[in-house]
């Protein structure tokens, strides 16, 4: 699998700034009729799954990278539930543009590893209508900020509908792809929609790190019968994690809206999500050698948010420092702020510090782009503030 981690298909004029020839021909895409996307859903309707044999487990640990987790996700759980299939652009023929689906075309067909025309807003429509039949689709962006083609979709059938029918309507969705900022892609392309898309009722937003995170969480994506905007990152695909044999297991799934303690600590609580996350652990170990111990929690949900988890940190620590790659206002950081100001205002010996991207668009100059994005000192300086180990932040401005 590694080397598909760092060779990428040239892009087209519109998914990148690579500009060449390009001969463009007309071409009128007839989607489905709602009779025939009944007649999909009543082929693919899920029979009863047979029992998953016994496994023997071995003590060794394992490593995989957080794309073949999603990988072996797809597959387990297409393999399980009939009902369950894929679709977006380039995801079957090329094997997905990150590889996250390759070997899926070939193992269950066409007709439940869809290649879609470029047009985000007509396949979401047709993975929102297929879910209201009773399926289980799984939309792959290539990127989210792509998503904001099919926002409609997404949150107006999507999110609403359950709500709005009194229940009797299920949207069993899952909007996955990567999100937040990559390298050298410029402003279009680098936006992260944890805060957009946790903003609504009716959606779940997960956030995975690790390939632990990656594959528990994106099994319980599949199943759970509300639409789940899972948020990958692109530079965490080629990473490589430790698994436990429970983690390899087909029966293994993460449950939704509980964090992760990745550290424990006892001086400062550090949130953080996706990539974030081995930011914060790197400030962690750089803490520790002078002497502050940190307790890093992996949100692994960004909604539901485990603000039980927080709090019980915050008051252990009476500090907290949030981190993430998102613009700063009406953030993540400042919700987790107000959640621990309404229910631990009292445990807290300093102020909040709120570690964000710049509220700027993403630079394109690769100097520039390293400014806009937390890094790890950054986080380190935060820690230091609330720990009143270092001199506050307006002195030496």
């Not at 993540?332 to 668009?361: K, N, Q, T």
Request: glycine fraction near 8%; proline fraction near 6%; hydrophobic fraction near 45%.
């Amino acid at each position: 699998m590694r080397e598909c981690s760092s060779r990428r298909r040239p892009r087209s004029p519109r998914r990148g700034f690579l500009v060449c020839p390009v001969r463009f021909h007309l071409t009128v895409i007839r989607f489905p009729s709602a009779q025939v996307l009944g007649q999909l859903a009543q082929a693919l309707r899920p029979a009863a799954a047979a029992a998953a044999p016994a496994r023997n487990y071995s003590a060794a640990a394992k490593e995989i990278t957080v794309r073949e987790a999603l990988n072996t996700a797809l597959d387990e759980e297409m393999s399980a539930d009939p009902s369950v299939f894929l679709m977006g652009e380039e995801v079957g023929e090329y094997q997905g543009a990150y590889k996250i689906s390759k070997g899926l075309l070939d193992k269950y067909g066409p007709d439940r590893v869809l290649d879609t025309p470029i047009t985000e807003a007509g396949f979401t429509g047709i993975g929102v209508g297929a879910a209201y039949h009773g399926l289980r689709p799984i939309v792959e962006f290539m990127t989210f900020n792509f998503s904001m083609q099919a926002i409609d979709h997404i949150i107006n059938s999507a999110a609403k509908s359950n709500y709005m029918s009194a229940g009797q309507i299920s949207v069993p969705i899952v909007f996955r792809g990567p999100n937040g900022a990559a390298a050298g892609v410029g402003a279009q392309h680098s936006q992260c929609y944890a805060a957009w898309y946790a903003h609504v009722p009716g959606l779940k937003v997960l956030t995975p790190y690790s390939a632990e995170d990656a594959r528990g969480l994106l099994k319980a994506a599949i199943r759970d019968p509300d639409p789940v905007v899972f948020l990958e990152n692109e530079l965490l695909y080629g990473e490589s994690f430790p698994v436990s044999d429970e983690v390899l297991d087909s029966s293994f799934c993460l449950p939704i809206g509980k964090a992760k303690i990745e550290r424990q600590g006892k001086d400062v609580t550090i949130t953080a999500f996706s990539k974030m996350v081995g930011y914060a652990l790197q400030a962690a170990d750089i803490l520790a050698k002078e002497g502050i111990s940190a307790e890093v929690i992996n949100l692994r949900s960004i909604r539901p948010l485990d603000r039980a988890a927080i709090n019980a940190s915050v008051r252990k620590t009476n500090r907290l420092v949030t981190v993430e790659e998102g613009f700063p206002q009406h953030g993540i950081g400042a919700e987790i702020c107000m959640s621990v100001v309404e229910d631990s205002f009292e445990y807290l010996d300093a102020p909040v510090e709120r570690i964000a991207g710049a509220d700027v668009p993403m630079p394109y100059a690769a100097n520039l782009e390293r400014m806009a994005v937390p890094q790890v000192d950054d986080i380190v300086r935060a820690a230091k503030r609330v720990c009143y180990r270092a001199v506050p932040m307006a002195a030496t401005a």
